[in-house]
């Protein structure tokens, strides 16, 4: 199912913290990364996400221009960011977890939308997540 080795030590971590209670301690099963969510309206816990994992940014690109007029960028970014919507909700997830940057017009977005964003998220972590959740990465959104 898998193409990769079978050297379990790039999959399982054993993290000892010294605490007074063992009673508090248990074993996790899954991906454990110590990443904020995008906002603090957003959900932090959920039951059964619907994950999405994308490994570029999500937001509107702008073109690196001396002069622009504000009003119609904001305009346009407000369009672009109704298609991407549109198309993440076919894909109905509740959880994003993105590689790159997310934008605060798409952060606004996610929360409206009761999608949580974790963004800057180190590849090797998408991976392990990818390889838990038997699913591949998103390169891009923006794909027709």
């Known amino acids: 199912m898998f193409k990769d080795s079978i050297d379990i030590t790039k999959y399982v971590k054993i993290q000892l913290v010294e605490y007074k209670d063992t009673s508090k301690s248990k074993y996790l099963n899954g991906v454990v990364i110590n990443k904020s969510i995008a906002h603090r309206g957003m959900k932090w816990d959920i039951a059964n996400p619907r994950i999405l994992l994308l490994s570029n940014s999500l937001g509107y690109i702008k073109d690196e221009e ?30 994003i977890f993105v590689q790159e940057d997310v934008s605060m017009r798409a952060i606004e977005v996610m929360k409206d939308n009761q999608i949580t964003v974790v963004s800057n998220v180190k590849e090797s972590v998408m991976q392990r997540i990818e390889r838990l959740t038997q699913t591949i990465m ?3 959104i923006y794909l027709p």
């Open 66 to 95: 001396e002069f622009m007029d504000l009003e119609g960028e904001i305009k346009q970014e407000d369009a672009f960011m109704q298609i991407v919507m549109s198309k993440i909700k076919k894909m109905d997830p509740n959880l």
């Open 138 to 140: 998103c390169p891009s």
